[in-house]
């Protein structure tokens, strides 16, 4: 059927349902209507679909309302609408086309189906896509089904959004494979964007407050898994920490369980920038991946924020040690080594702090030694050569070291590679049993020194950095 006019209808109820099955029209226009529900598969409207304000009021396993596989030239809006059906999804939009955006704000809809309160599975939306401020409640299945979804623009699921679930299988949200061309939103919003259609329904909460509040999504399932962004791509990620977990004193906040494995995304928000991402893929998503710490690490890096991204490598690097069955004991050690004093190698600075560490060390070392008289000063060995007199071996002198010379021997114990000629100026004496004791404190400094270079140059070049 087509039509060369379009049909308003305004503050009407109908007996029984709308069915416009592959029907061609203009412009379809219900405001405030009451019908059992509205079927329309492969509807094309050149114009704009509104459905503001609708009631639906039948219980049909097909869905309150149907538009699988419409064709929308402008704008779909069913902003206000109450689309409650305990026997189907509240709509289902499976491979739609709009053309502009698709609005479904301040609605709600309480349904039970296990294939989603709203399914948008393949569907292309070429503007935004409003879910703000809307309240969906599934108690057999996801909330929102939307795997394969493009978005041209940003789809909001802020501002006092709610979605509660029971799902076993599928997240609350599951927006796997998702693209999204502009901003994914679960916070408060970032502007005024006007009142939307007048009937909205009733809510007890203060809308005001409502509207600053990031979305609150639940799933009542065991599984807990409440947001799958699985191979999804957007290109601004707007996530608060309340969204999934704010820790509290290092305790966890949230049970929910988040998917986030080859999730693409250009940059984070300001709220999004938060230091629980590290906690969040430790405790909150599974399976553990390296892909989302090297990912968000290679964001943060190209947004100037280079040692939080240092962080989250370290991180990842703890991450991967605790998620690792076959440890031995020896690669326990060498990761807590490498963690304690060269961050996995994104902070080899560290072991030259150990390095000045050990020349402090040793400096008390020898300026205790030279107190308590076990040092000396060595008498070189000359050899005169002209006039065929060698002098060797000549005894050890009680000649008190200078204090420049004890100074010589310290960085000659500690710092590797590098000679100052302390030792032939200055050393321990040979005899006594605190001189011995010296002499292995000085032997152990030197490996000390040793190591902590070692571990410099491991780390500087970049040896055991995996990323
Ligand atoms: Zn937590």
Redesign the pocket.
């Known amino acids: 059927m087509r039509t060369q006019v379009g049909l308003h209808l305004n503050r009407c109820v109908l007996q029984g349902p709308i069915f416009a099955h592959n029907a061609w029209v203009p412009w379809l226009e219900l405001f405030d209507c009451r019908i059992p529900f509205f079927h329309a598969d492969r509807i094309r409207v050149d114009g704009t679909l509104y459905l503001r304000g609708l009631g639906t009021t039948s219980n049909t396993a097909d869905s309150a309302v149907r538009l699988v596989g419409a064709r929308i030239g402008r704008n779909l809006e069913l902003d206000g609408a109450c689309l409650d059906n305990p026997e189907g999804p509240a709509l289902h939009a499976e491979g739609i086309h709009v053309g502009r955006a698709l609005r479904f704000r301040h609605a709600r809809a309480t349904v039970s189906c296990d294939t989603g309160a709203v399914q948008l599975v393949n569907a292309r939306v070429r503007g935004d896509l409003w879910l703000d401020g809307t309240t969906l409640t599934n108690g057999h299945g996801p909330v929102l089904n939307a795997e394969g979804l493009h978005v041209g623009g940003s789809l909001l699921l802020c501002s006092g959004f709610e979605a509660v679930a029971k799902s076993k299988e599928l997240a609350t949200i599951h927006l796997m494979s998702a693209r999204v061309g502009s901003r994914l939103d679960l916070g408060v919003g970032r502007r005024f964007t006007g009142k939307s259609f007048g009937s909205e329904p009733e809510d007890p909460e203060d809308p005001e407050k409502r509207a600053r509040r990031p979305a609150k999504i639940v799933n009542t399932d065991p599984s807990a898994v409440t947001l799958d962004l699985r191979c999804a791509t957007v290109n601004e990620l707007r996530i608060p920490p309340e969204t999934?977990?704010?820790?509290v004193n290092g305790?966890?906040?949230?049970t929910s369980t988040v998917v986030l494995a080859e999730l693409e995304y250009g940059r984070l928000s300001r709220e999004s920038a938060h230091p629980?991402w590290p906690?969040?893929f430790s405790?909150?998503a599974r399976p553990f991946e390296a892909q989302p710490y090297q990912h968000l690490a290679a964001v943060l890096r190209n947004t100037g924020r280079a040692t939080e991204a240092r962080e989250v490598l370290i991180a990842l690097e703890d991450e991967r040690h605790q998620t690792n069955e076959s440890a031995t004991r020896g690669s326990r050690i060498w990761h807590w080594v490498k963690k304690r004093f060269i961050g996995h190698g994104y902070r080899p600075g560290r072991a030259l702090v150990g390095l000045a560490g050990v020349f402090v060390v040793a400096l008390a070392l020898t300026w205790a030694a030279s107190s308590a008289d076990v040092v000396h000063r060595s008498v070189p060995r000359v050899q005169n050569v002209s006039s065929a007199v060698v002098v060797e071996d000549l005894p050890d002198t009680d000649f008190p070291c200078r204090f420049a010379d004890t100074i010589r021997l310290a960085a000659d114990l500690s710092v590797p590679l590098i000679s100052t000629g302390g030792r032939s100026r200055c050393d321990f004496k040979a005899d006594g049993g605190w001189a011995m004791a010296a002499t292995i404190a000085g032997l152990l400094l030197q490996i000390l020194g040793w190591a902590f270079a070692t571990l410099f140059v491991v780390g500087f070049t970049g040896v055991v950095r995996r990323f």
């Open positions: 999934v977990c704010r820790p305790r966890c906040t949230s629980y906690h969040w405790v909150h």
